[in-house]
């Protein structure tokens, strides 16, 4: 009997007439550990979704269309029907559910099943139907699913401090008139209790919830990780700013740490229903909104803004050593598959001492390859790269200092006309943002424009969104501010760093993507108000072999000449002869 | 006593402790007849303006910041508190009610207050307080107020016509579920029903209401007008296409008129309380949405654009008449005020057969005027012109064959550094909108920003939108579309026409403004999907004496070069010699 029809089976013996699963863990995590990959083990299917849906007679899995190809692949002979969902979340398979017929109930996994979700679900299928949340769905399906990972602790140090970032969710509850609030999200938690550590892969959290009321904090963490003495020097540091410490377990009993009055503020996204559940039958009154951590710490810190700068560097040095090795072994005849070279990028990272992992999975994509967006290095068989076209490298680097993100698009040799003028274009939309200046109070999506006008005159455009939020040694994706087509009226601040990455991909040929991260900062004052600038933090050239110069104006020539003349200053102290040569040469002045 | 004691005194006697008044009237319209013009009889303040209060001990006008200096000289002495609103529409006026104590009984006129406004203000004050809906709440002030104007009528012949105009309406009322659809919105009603008169200023509308159910449309209208030959047959041609005409006074019994069932739709913008308290009365249920209208009057119909054309080249002719004459008159050393300019155009105008009236009130303002982007011109001892600086002139007519709106900065002479800067910036972000090529489903608040980073490069900026969506024969003010700093996110579409008019303003100084209609054309497909680009109506000269030449790029002087040959090329034949030699130089094209 293969897994659908195990599940199935137990369907049936639990009276549930559908099954979803949501493949994110009781955090409402992007990234997930191995324990919760619910659906890679009944489906196959190892990559983003948004969910997948058993029915007595029906499978389905939703995913954005980044992922069909790969999803396609995966599902193959599996009874699962693969559906391409037009808007983001769960939207779309909610209003499928709620479209079948004779459906009464249905059984969400309670631990990875968000309440904002659920509720949604609830909506979509109507009153008719019971939405119920199974502790441990799969169980009985799965019993060597995987123990959580526990990883040592390190503490780092805000300007702020513990202290003060309690005092001001304290304060924040006091204006939301509640007793108490609960940090679900493992970003929000590590922030507030400048904590780290390796839990889930690329992003150095904790797996720990964070409750928080006007006498009290509790943290309620894996404790078996204190073996180790530096976890052991963390805990301590914790504890000694006033934040008791609970076994992780215990969170479902957080009830019992609330004071009089019982009103929760948290967050329905990063609120399992489980934890939900609980609070309810304990007679706690949920609060539900956005908490305030992530529009406080999307504003970096002096502190964090120096740090960052340092990482960067760091990540400067790896990438210029990387594409000088590649460029040589290339010339030498060597054979370099796609795999290879994001080995010899994530090795060259890892000779900084501040290195703790990638950010993400590196994306090495040569020729075709890169017409995925979110191309995924086969581990086997990479295709190998050639000596003409383009090359794209899109990664990450977690240090101490800092997280980064870049993609570099490598002319390996000869272009065709028409890469010369996606690889030119893309460049022009990208400094087209770069070097924007805004007033105070400008939304992102007011300004994403300006990174597609070059394109959109070309009649050409990219479908993913042109930048993201970007954390202090935490995820390479934060919110709330973005540069995206959807209307967000976040508005950049100055302190926010985000990412600068317009594209350009046709099927079959070849893809470009021009990435650095930007950071937001003041351009001063006028008689018409304040003005907000950005300035790249990434350190790395663009190889201007592939560009037609023809098609810049004299202000982008003025912009890349002086970022690459700072690339060269900044990074040829801490290269080699031979590479400090050859990146004389990559940054050498354009003419106009 | 004065007015403010009278209605003080009235309020006293009916148990009102504060009276609001909106400045609408019964339909919810942007301009309104003498008859409700009710916070100039009370205020003196004739201008824009959001609403005013009276309370037992206080009076207060709210009114954006465009206004200020117009309002608070009409304000002097009147007891009447000015107050600057930060949001558009009524939130301020009804948040500092609700911050008022001791308030058990509001006071608005039913018929100049719309439901919407009304649910607002009740919703802000709380359910301690009443708002009542009084029926001409003025009345016992105000015996000698103006009648309702009745001007003739005349149709036009839209390519859809009455009928099927009709059905659209009744298909829309179907996919809601609803018996019936009222239209109170005047542009909408004239649009429906393809008729037109001279009832409100600049607007060639007709004061009336459209009911339209499965099986009738009642059009309620003062039928007085009718003595007129041409009014008569055009009741007789909307009668032939299937409407049943009532006297507008009926629309107060419109219950009467609904089928079985009872559940009328509408626009809460446009109903006014008066109607909604008989309506609910009657027992009949008001759904409230907007009404399908506006998102299809603002894709025009290729006739509509045919007739445009046509509206924009009677437009042009007239508007190179006045600059021509105005540029003669000061040369040949003529005394010429913003007033005399103003009545100039108003003329040349008016020597088209096809026109009707000004579109709006012509804004004539010379050197430090034009620092106020809504200045009105002074009808006694208006500035007089002189041969140095920058005059802007922003007008509009209403032609039988559309409408027009163009503003134009005119150099008259010697123009300071920062004068040319400022003109030279805005075109340039004229010249980034009207040039720009964008996908289909591109909201216009992405695109604004192309308008104004020419101004942010130079820390510069206006504090109004870009541009409005202008109706065909119908106010110079339309929606749902326009390119705004909101987030607006109604898409652009092939056949919607919107004005282009960035702008910069100096207090005390000068003001600059250039601005085209622009038509939303298609620009073919791509493997990138559907474009959309702009191609302008309006045809006038730019005058490039005070350009600096040297800050525009090639694109722009290709732009501009095209531009103004086909002004030259299109109006030439119908200009005088003299005129037409004067247009050639002033179109001569600038060197790269």
């Known amino acids: ?63 954005d269309t980044r992922y069909l190809i790969e999803a396609r692949h995966a599902l193959e002979g599996s009874g699962i029907t693969l559906h391409p969902q037009k808007r983001l979340g769960c939207e779309d398979l909610a209003r499928w559910l709620g479209e079948q017929r004779d459906l009464t109930r249905i059984a969400v996994d309670a631990l990875t099943t968000s309440a904002g979700f659920a509720d949604a679900l609830q909506q979509a299928v109507g009153e008719e139907c019971e939405v119920v949340g199974v502790p441990e769905l799969l169980a009985p399906l799965w019993p060597d699913c995987p123990e959580l990972p526990q990883t040592p602790l390190f503490t780092v140090d805000s300007r702020e401090g513990r202290r003060a970032k309690l005092d001001f969710l304290r304060d924040f509850c006091r204006t939301r008139h509640c007793d108490a609030l609960l940090l679900g999200a493992l970003d929000e938690v590590a922030w507030t209790l400048d904590v780290r550590a390796s839990d889930i892969e690329y992003n150095p959290y904790v797996i720990s919830y964070l409750l928080v009321s006007a006498n009290e904090a509790v943290w309620y963490v894996l404790k078996d990780s204190v073996a180790d003495p530096g976890s052991e020097d963390a805990l301590e540091r914790i504890a000694a700013d006033g934040v008791r410490i609970e076994d992780y377990s215990a969170a479902q009993l957080l009830a019992d740490d609330l004071p009089e009055g019982k009103r929760l503020f948290c967050c329905p996204r990063s609120l399992n229903v489980a934890l939900r559940d609980a609070l309810r039958n304990a007679g ?53 598959s796609e795999r290879d070279a994001a080995l010899w990028l994530g090795a060259l990272r890892a000779q900084s001492e501040e290195y703790l992992s990638d950010s993400f999975e590196t994306i090495s994509a040569y020729g075709p390859s890169a017409a995925l967006p979110h191309y995924v290095t086969p581990e086997r068989d990479a295709p190998l790269l050639r000596q003409e076209g383009l090359y794209l490298c899109d990664s990450g680097g977690q240090y101490l200092c800092g997280t980064t993100d870049i993609t570099r698009t490598v002319p390996l040799g000869e272009c065709s006309q028409q890469e010369k003028e996606d690889y030119t274009l893309v460049l022009k939309g990208h400094i087209a943002l770069a070097d924007a200046v805004f007033p105070e109070g400008t939304p992102g999506c007011r300004i994403d424009a300006l990174a597609r006008e070059p394109l959109w005159k070309a009649h050409r455009n990219f479908g993913h969104g042109t930048g993201h939020g970007v954390g202090f040694l935490l995820g390479v994706h934060e919110g709330p501010q973005d540069l995206r087509q959807d209307l967000n009226p976040t508005p950049l601040q100055a302190g926010m760093v985000l990412s600068d990455e317009p594209g350009l991909y046709r099927e079959g040929q070849h893809g470009v993507r021009h990435e650095n991260l930007l950071l937001c900062v003041s351009d001063g004052e006028s008689d018409f108000g304040a003005w907000l600038r950005f300035e790249p933090l990434t350190l790395c050239h663009f190889d201007c072999s592939a560009l037609l110069v023809e098609l810049l104006d004299e202000a982008e020539i003025r912009w890349l000449n002086a970022y690459q003349e700072r690339v060269y200053t900044t990074l040829s102290p801490y290269l080699s002869e031979a590479e400090s040569l050859w990146l004389r040469t990559k940054t050498a002045p354009l003419q106009d």
């Open 1 to 63: 009997m293969n897994k659908l029809e195990s599940l199935r089976a137990l369907m049936r013996s639990r009276d549930w007439d559908a099954v979803v699963l949501t493949g994110s863990d009781p955090h409402g995590s992007e990234y997930i550990p191995e324990r919760y990959k619910q659906i890679r083990f009944l489906s196959g299917y190892g990559g983003e979704a948004s969910g997948l849906v058993v029915t007595t007679d029906e499978a389905g899995l939703w995913t």
């Open 284 to 336: 706690v009154e949920i609060v539900a909104g956005e908490t305030p951590v992530a529009a406080r710490k999307a504003v970096k810190t002096e502190d964090e803004i120096e740090a960052m700068q340092r990482a960067h560097l760091l990540d400067g040095i790896a990438m210029e050593k990387f594409l000088f090795k590649l460029e040589k072994a290339l010339d030498a005849g060597q054979e370099v």
